[in-house]
């Protein structure tokens, strides 16, 4: 089952923080979060995987409960350059479990301007 | 780097015409798959192949068909063209199907049924 993003959109302006959440119905082992911007192909940012981790690189994290089976992705002092639309995907337990079954949700639009 | 590489980008075709986009990859991954991208509906999956010779249907397999001959490469051929099936494709690969494997995605190939 496709997982749930929310917002749908949000409009901040540069330097302000934002953050996108991924929920989904079912028990999940790994949550996927990418970037897309217009016209061009999905960027891996990371990959969280069952046991409730937290994961960053410069000022973009991601959390991880699996526990409520949901995910956040943190975007801190936002840049123009973070623009697009965020993608989580994610993959369950058992029969699941590998890239093949992963399922993404319908995307969250961020703007930012300056 | 090539990394996963698409051709055509863009493509009209008439209906019931077919075609078949294709996708090589030079990162000896196992895992590759097409994705096709609709407006509000995330990206879904196709087809996907878990190494050369084996292939296996996804969400929306219907009026596609894939083979896999060797690592590399992994075509995808409609057999008689929809409206429908006007939509951006994505082929991606990772290296093997397991959840913790990073997918990497092609720049996508914008197709247009009329």
């Known amino acids: 089952q496709q997982p749930v993003q929310s917002p749908q959109a949000v409009i901040l302006r540069e330097g302000e923080d934002a953050v996108i959440n991924c929920s989904s119905s079912k028990a999940l082992y790994s949550v996927h979060w990418y970037r897309q911007k217009h016209g061009e192909a999905p960027v891996f940012l990371m990959i969280l995987l069952k046991g409730g981790e937290q994961k960053g690189h410069d000022k973009i994290s991601a959390s991880f409960n699996e526990k409520k089976q949901q995910s956040s992705l943190y975007l801190t002092a936002s840049q123009l350059s973070y623009s697009g639309t965020y993608f989580c995907g994610t993959t369950g337990l058992g029969s699941n479990f590998g890239n093949e079954k992963l399922t993404f949700g319908t995307g969250t639009r961020l703007t930012i301007i300056p | 780097n090539a990394g996963v590489t698409q051709t055509p980008k863009f493509q009209v075709l008439k209906t019931g015409q077919s075609m078949t986009l294709q996708c090589a990859q030079d990162m000896n991954h196992e895992y590759m798959s097409w994705y096709r991208q609709d407006p509000g509906m995330g990206l879904r999956l196709i087809h996907y192949s878990v190494g050369a010779g084996i292939t296996d249907q996804g969400e929306v397999p219907n009026g596609y068909n894939v083979s896999r001959s060797t690592t590399e490469d992994f075509p995808l051929r409609l057999l008689s063209a929809a409206p429908s099936q006007t939509s951006v494709y994505f082929c991606?690969?990772?290296?093997?199907?397991?959840?913790?494997?990073?997918?990497?995605f092609g720049e996508g190939s914008w197709l247009t049924v009329v």
């Open positions: 991606a690969s990772s290296y093997a199907s397991g959840p913790g494997n990073t997918i990497y």
